[in-house]
């Protein structure tokens, strides 16, 4: 399983920017797809996930610091996952990851650097 993530990069407070991560590989039916951030200094967390459900994601999960500014969605049919960062805040400044489970299997994408300064 390969994940290849896609987006990030330089965002204003209040602003907006949007990751995508396209999966390969075996990519079973029922998995969970999501997204995790690391800042400096501090441990990784869980932003956002959602489980495959119909053909556009199932139930979702957001960390309260991102709930009501950030949205998780899917496309099952393209394996692919996004996240939807509005009203970006400075601490929300850290390297993104791409993230799916399925039978007990955890893979990684590359982690892709979102920065929130003025």
């Known amino acids: 399983v390969q994940l290849q993530a896609s987006g990030g990069g330089l965002g204003q407070p209040g602003g907006s920017l949007r990751l995508s991560c396209a999966a390969s590989g075996s990519i079973f039916s029922l998995n969970v797809m999501g997204w995790y951030r690391q800042a400096p200094g501090r441990q990784r967390e869980l932003v956002a996930a959602?489980?495959?459900?119909?053909?556009?994601?199932?139930?979702?999960n957001y960390v309260d610091s991102v709930k009501g500014r950030f949205t998780i969605s899917r496309d099952n049919a393209k394996n692919t996952v996004h996240l939807q960062m509005n009203s970006l805040k400075p601490e929300d400044t850290a390297v993104y990851y791409c993230?799916?489970?399925?039978?007990?299997?955890?893979?990684w994408g590359q982690g892709t650097q979102v920065t929130v300064s003025s």
């Open positions: 993230h799916i489970a399925q039978r007990g299997q955890n893979y």
């Open positions: 959602i489980t495959t459900g119909g053909n556009t994601g199932g139930n979702t």
